[in-house]
């Protein structure tokens, strides 16, 4: 696969991934209108916690999948029939202890006493963490266009359902999670002849089983880690300041999102398209082209959001603006989430040299030590800054876990990458975090920066080269 290939896939697969969460995007002028910052804290709290738990209900295997799936020609239908067994015994496992103390949990992890919500959580959980195999299974056969088609089906039902339940209804909160269960069931359902066609109980292994566990196993640490840096901010904010506080913060988050889902829609073309590398002798300049070149446009997109997201937020259709008045201060996280997520990117993408060199145990490592510095600088700023001591705890989190791996992986398998090609989206993002912002300014700063990225920051091969790819 080409450098081009690996764009095409990506951009389709990132269309995919972004469809599949642009839909809290979308929901957020529903929400910030009626639902009050209180009420708004809850419901962030309720994804928060669905987003700790899909690492539990999914230990490993879904990386699993991916790796066995992708490099098996003979085995796929064992690997796919054993992981998904394991799947569906251990998510009603975890779904039925969740119901059942839901009275008891529900004030814990929701700030809230209607257990109902927990429950519908439960089974959200169980549904989406067995679709999700199929979105995988898709990606590994390379079919684009059927995980897109998914990812819509998910978004366009849960928006209308939300939409019916919230707005029409009046359902309240109970009402967002009604409509997340209900897409997540139909996608089960629909997927039924998808499960059926590569299920098959005679080839189901014992030492498949044994092979995929104890590959998995050392990836629930990592994706607790990673849930623990990305979703812990929410109860820091409620334990140390108030609910309210959760709602304004996790809306000014979702508006810094787009960072993301920029990296995690590269990453599902990212991942195939390295592992198949593995015996390419010029594999290692071929990955630092591709950093410069992401890095490069994931700043030019993130200085165009954060340029015009006050415009943005405060226009209005029909009386009633993008978000409510009252979240309108949440714009003032989002430069320190976008820059956070551009150190993610940076640990992303050295992770050919962890799978090239079978040193997967170090992703837990790697991303314990970003959740251990999250952990403590929220504790540290959150007292004395609030929302904004938060933000930063994510940024100096998710530098912390790029440094440490790059601290590995120059050893065992060094990448030749541009030092420029990092530094200058770096720093013009931060540029425009302390400039005032005219009109002057937002017009003329991005066609200032890809003017100056092609000239000085790319060689004059990887300029004739892309031209190339976008002409063809």
């Known amino acids: 696969m080409s450098i081009r290939a690996l764009g095409k896939q990506s951009l389709i697969y990132g269309f995919g991934h972004i469809i599949s969460r642009i839909i809290t995007f979308l929901l957020l002028p529903l929400y910030t209108n009626i639902f009050t910052p209180t009420e708004y804290g809850v419901i962030s709290l309720a994804y928060a916690f669905i987003g700790f738990a899909l690492m539990l209900y999914r230990y490993g295997t879904d990386t699993a999948l991916m790796k066995f799936y992708s490099q098996t020609e003979n085995d796929k239908s064992t690997y796919f029939t054993t992981i998904l067994i394991m799947q569906i015994l251990s998510g009603i496992a975890f779904s039925g202890f969740l119901i059942l103390f839901s009275n008891y949990l529900s004030p814990i992890l929701l700030g809230t006493h209607d257990s109902l919500i927990l429950i519908l959580i439960a089974g959200i959980l169980l549904f989406d963490t067995l679709w999700t195999l199929a979105a995988i299974v898709l990606r590994s056969e390379e079919k684009p266009f059927s995980f897109v088609g998914l990812n819509l089906i998910n978004v366009v039902g849960t928006l209308v359902l939300n939409i019916f339940f919230v707005l029409t209804l009046k359902y309240g909160i109970r009402g967002v999670l009604f409509s997340n269960l209900i897409v997540s069931f139909f996608l089960v359902l629909i997927l039924a002849p998808f499960f059926f066609k590569r299920f098959s109980f005679s ?160 992703v837990a490592m790697f991303r314990g030590v970003s959740a251990l510095v999250a952990i403590i600088l929220n504790l540290v700023l959150i007292p004395y800054w609030g929302i904004m001591g938060s933000a930063w705890a994510s940024v100096i989190a998710y530098a912390s876990m790029a440094l440490s791996i790059y601290l590995k992986t120059r050893k065992i398998y060094p990448i030749p990458y541009s030092l420029i090609g990092v530094i200058f989206p770096f720093l013009c993002v931060i540029v425009v975090m302390v400039i005032p912002a005219s009109l002057l300014v937002k017009l003329l700063i991005p066609f200032i920066y890809l003017v100056v990225w092609t000239m000085f920051v790319l060689t004059a091969d990887e300029r004739k080269s892309i031209k190339q790819m976008v002409l063809r």
């Not at 960072?259 to 990955?287: E, I």
């Not at 009633?320 to 993610?344: A, E, K, R």
């Not at 992770?351 to 145990?361: S, V």
């Open 203 to 362: 080839t189901i292994s014992t030492e498949i089983l044994k092979k995929v566990f104890w590959f998995a196993l050392p990836f629930l640490p990592a994706g607790i880690f990673t849930m623990v840096l990305e979703l812990s901010n929410r109860y820091f904010l409620k334990w140390l300041t108030d609910t309210a506080t959760v709602g304004i913060y996790s809306a000014g988050y979702k508006l810094g999102m787009f960072g993301l889902l920029m990296v995690m829609g590269f990453n599902m073309g990212w991942t195939p398209y390295f592992l198949k590398q593995r015996d390419n002798p010029d594999a290692k300049p071929l990955f630092a082209r591709v950093a410069k070149y992401f890095l490069g446009l994931q700043g030019f997109v993130s200085i165009v959001l954060i340029l015009w997201i006050d415009t943005i937020i405060r226009s209005s259709l029909f009386g009633i603006s993008f978000f409510g008045p009252g979240f309108w201060s949440s714009t003032q996280i989002m430069p320190l989430i976008l820059l956070g997520y551009m150190f993610f990117a940076i640990y992303v993408l050295q992770h050919p040299a962890i799978y090239h060199t079978d040193n997967t145990k170090w």
